[in-house]
């Protein structure tokens, strides 16, 4: 370490010195847990509804060079950049996968398709894609917090693909096996390619949003490659000249990418793994949606108005969003109307053609609350829903923390149905079964052969 550029070394050493051995035994049962749920999700995500799977996926067999990393649902190989930045794309256009809230970060997203590539380009074993997946995960936990997700809201700056590509450039850079000097290199050159605006929320096709996780996986991967093969980069990214935090950030906290380094992993143990498919700013709104058309055992005909009450500083992201999965006033009806929220649901507007979830989101509202529930903003995504009903009484509940959260952690038989049910929208019976078994081996997998060659077929929907 020297002390031109202490903490960008400190994390170069530390990726670069980094192991499967290094993981805590917890740290690494809870990531087998999330690259379950992640690889589900980015299964489901090649259904042909999905318009972004299919835009990028065509863009990559266009242009795509050839090589060892599958594409997943294209029934064809590409080359392990190209594949990064596709596979990424897949990885959040569901909306379904593992998210940190604290961090307001979907890293899941981008280090499952940066680990499956490289992995497959070099013949890594499964061990090491799960670790490389924690390692990313946890990397990206640690720019966002340096950087201060509720700042880079504030600036319009999406942390998940800002601080993604510093994550997937750790994960890649490890499993290239990039010594300390050209680790330093990959994370100066993501540094100059990490980008993200949260201007895709004006995209109403939600092409946009998981683009941006793709950025990032690319990213990260290209920027190794070219650390490995001596492409010269900037060597004191995070503590002089230019500095990258303060790029993104007017408050960042520099000490907080390598406190606690390779003790505490909270990028990983504070993962939630998503009980709905949309924004998890609206989880806590739905559990309580759901507790309260269940304790008053309600229909929907007997709501005539259905009210949110949310954090100002993430209101906008929330309130009439064009985006589907990002609109209180369609996500809560649909639930309401419906009784239940498939990923799907993003991707067809049940507006045109389910009449109560038209006349529930007509009288939807969005209350922009400055107090308790801003304060506690981005550590809590507490949401209060109140349904006026038919006659004018009012019932109403909060949701501070959601289920699939740490703290109330969804049952294996809730994981293994989620999987189910995410997984048999693209798979026939036995290939779903093939999936699950692979997804639960890959830990004792010599590669990662078996899991791509069951991803890379096309969908059966």
Same mark, same amino acid.
């Given at each position: 370490?020297?002390?031109?550029?202490?903490?960008?070394?400190?994390?170069?050493?530390?990726?670069?010195?980094?192991?499967?051995?290094?993981?805590?035994?917890?740290?690494?049962?809870?990531?087998?847990?999330?690259?379950?749920?992640?690889?589900?999700?980015?299964?489901?995500?090649?259904?042909?509804?999905?318009?972004?799977?299919?835009?990028?996926?065509?863009?990559?067999?266009?242009?795509?060079?050839?090589?060892?990393?599958?594409?997943?649902?294209?029934?064809?190989?590409?080359?392990?950049?190209?594949?990064?930045?596709?596979?990424?794309?897949?990885?959040?256009?569901?909306d379904f996968e593992p998210h940190h809230p604290e961090a307001?970060?979907?890293?899941?997203?981008?280090?499952?398709?940066?680990?499956?590539?490289?992995?497959?380009?070099?013949?890594?074993?499964?061990?090491?894609?799960?670790?490389?997946?924690?390692?990313?995960?946890?990397?990206?936990?640690?720019?966002?917090?340096?950087?201060?997700?509720?700042?880079?809201? #504030?600036?319009?700056?999406?942390?998940?693909?800002?601080?993604?590509?510093?994550?997937?450039?750790?994960?890649?850079?490890?499993?290239?096996?990039?010594?300390?000097?050209?680790?330093?290199?990959?994370?100066?050159?993501?540094?100059?390619?990490?980008?993200?605006?949260?201007?895709?929320?004006?995209?109403?096709?939600?092409?946009?949003?998981?683009?941006?996780?793709?950025?990032?996986?690319?990213n990260g991967v290209m920027s190794a490659m070219l650390a490995?093969?001596?492409?010269?980069?900037?060597?004191?990214?995070?503590?002089?000249?230019?500095?990258?935090?303060?790029?993104?950030?007017?408050?960042?906290?520099?000490?907080?990418?390598?406190?606690?380094?390779?003790?505490?992993?909270?990028?990983?143990?504070?993962?939630?793994?998503?009980?709905?498919?949309?924004?998890?700013?609206?989880?806590?709104?739905?559990?309580?949606?759901?507790?309260?058309?269940?304790?008053?055992?309600?229909?929907?005909?007997?709501?005539?108005?259905?009210?949110?009450?949310?954090?100002?500083?993430?209101?906008?992201?929330?309130?009439?969003?064009?985006?589907?999965?990002?609109? #209180?006033?369609?996500?809560?009806?649909?639930r309401a109307a419906t009784g239940r929220l498939s990923f799907?649901?993003?991707?067809?507007?049940?507006?045109?053609?389910?009449?109560?979830?038209?006349?529930?989101?007509?009288?939807?509202?969005?209350?922009?609350?400055?107090?308790?529930?801003?304060?506690?903003?981005?550590?809590?995504?507490?949401?209060?829903?109140?349904?006026?009903?038919?006659?004018?009484?009012?019932?109403?509940?909060?949701?501070?923390?959601?289920?699939?959260?740490?703290?109330?952690?969804?049952?294996?038989?809730?994981?293994?149905?989620?999987?189910?049910?995410?997984?048999?929208?693209?798979?026939?019976?036995?290939?779903?079964?093939?999936?699950?078994?692979?997804?639960?081996?890959?830990?004792?997998?010599?590669?990662?052969?078996?899991?791509?060659?069951?991803?890379?077929?096309?969908?059966?929907?």
């Amino acid at each position: 370490m020297t002390a031109r550029a202490p903490i960008t070394d400190r994390l170069a050493g530390f990726i670069a010195n980094f192991s499967p051995r290094t993981l805590p035994a917890d740290v690494g049962a809870y990531t087998r847990i999330l690259v379950s749920d992640g690889l589900g999700v980015l299964c489901a995500a090649t259904h042909p509804d999905v318009t972004a799977a299919q835009g990028i996926g065509a863009f990559a067999e266009k242009v795509g060079g050839t090589g060892q990393a599958t594409l997943i649902g294209r029934g064809r190989k590409t080359d392990p950049v190209t594949a990064a930045l596709a596979n990424g794309t897949l990885g959040y256009a569901a909306d379904f996968e593992p998210h940190h809230p604290e961090a307001i970060l979907h890293p899941v997203a981008v280090m499952i398709p940066t680990a499956l590539a490289l992995c497959e380009a070099h013949g890594r074993s499964g061990a090491e894609a799960l670790a490389a997946v924690a390692l990313g995960c946890e990397i990206t936990y640690r720019v966002s917090m340096a950087m201060n997700p509720r700042e880079l809201y #504030a600036r319009g700056f999406h942390p998940s693909a800002v601080a993604g590509s510093f994550g997937a450039a750790a994960a890649a850079a490890f499993l290239l096996r990039l010594d300390e000097k050209q680790t330093v290199r990959t994370l100066g050159l993501a540094a100059l390619q990490t980008s993200g605006l949260l201007a895709w929320q004006d995209d109403p096709r939600e092409d946009a949003r998981p683009f941006q996780m793709g950025l990032a996986a690319r990213n990260g991967v290209m920027s190794a490659m070219l650390a490995e093969q001596g492409f010269g980069a900037p060597d004191r990214i995070f503590d002089g000249g230019h500095v990258v935090l303060d790029a993104y950030s007017g408050v960042a906290e520099p000490g907080r990418l390598t406190a606690g380094l390779g003790e505490v992993w909270d990028g990983v143990m504070e993962l939630a793994i998503k009980p709905y498919p949309c924004v998890s700013f609206l989880h806590p709104a739905l559990d309580a949606l759901v507790r309260l058309l269940e304790e008053h055992d309600l229909t929907p005909a007997q709501i005539d108005k259905i009210s949110l009450r949310f954090a100002e500083a993430g209101a906008h992201c929330v309130d009439d969003n064009p985006l589907k999965g990002h609109s #209180a006033q369609y996500i809560l009806p649909v639930r309401a109307a419906t009784g239940r929220l498939s990923f799907l649901d993003l991707f067809t507007d049940r507006r045109k053609t389910e009449p109560e979830v038209a006349r529930l989101a007509a009288s939807a509202e969005v209350i922009r609350d400055t107090g308790a529930f801003n304060d506690a903003f981005p550590d809590f995504y507490m949401g209060e829903v109140t349904l006026t009903l038919t006659g004018g009484r009012q019932v109403s509940a909060t949701g501070k923390v959601a289920r699939g959260y740490p703290e109330e952690l969804l049952s294996q038989d809730a994981l293994d149905a989620k999987f189910a049910e995410v997984t048999a929208t693209v798979c026939t019976a036995e290939r779903q079964a093939a999936l699950a078994r692979a997804v639960a081996e890959l830990h004792d997998a010599p590669d990662v052969g078996t899991l791509t060659t069951l991803l890379e077929s096309p969908p059966n929907a």
